[in-house]
């Protein structure tokens, strides 16, 4: 195989790898609204595409709300585990990178998660 062979064959393989490279996105839930009870959070995530690595920012107003990661069975019953997961964040922000599979969301603000406010996205 001469030299020019060699640096196609090359070219091509690196052609093959950035086309199959995904790049993470960025999925601001609630959109413009934010996590806030104005938003039926299954409507928002049906239809959107999430992978393994992406990044979910949620935005709400500080003191009012907060995020909690939390496994399927407190997703359902929607118990915060103890008192300080109950507890109003003052930033206002907060961001979670998406493992494969089922990610569940919720406010552990009392009364929050009953009300709505809980998010279930599945990552591919």
Do not use: Q
Request: net charge neutral; charged share 15%.
């Amino acid at each position: 195989m001469g030299r020019y062979s060699v640096g196609l064959v090359v070219l091509g393989l690196l052609a093959f790898a950035f086309s199959t490279t995904v790049l993470a996105e960025t999925h601001v839930v609630g959109d413009s609204d934010g996590w806030d009870f104005s938003v039926s959070f299954d409507s928002w995530a049906d239809g959107k595409v999430f992978a393994a690595g992406d990044t979910l920012v949620f935005n709400y107003k500080p003191g009012a709300h907060n995020v909690l990661a939390v496994d399927a069975a407190t997703y359902r019953s929607c118990k915060v585990g103890s008192s300080a997961d109950s507890v109003a964040a003052a930033t206002g922000t907060a961001s979670f990178l998406l493992k494969k599979g089922v990610n569940y969301y919720i406010c552990g603000v009392p009364g929050h998660c009953a009300a709505g406010m809980k998010l279930r996205v599945v990552a591919n």
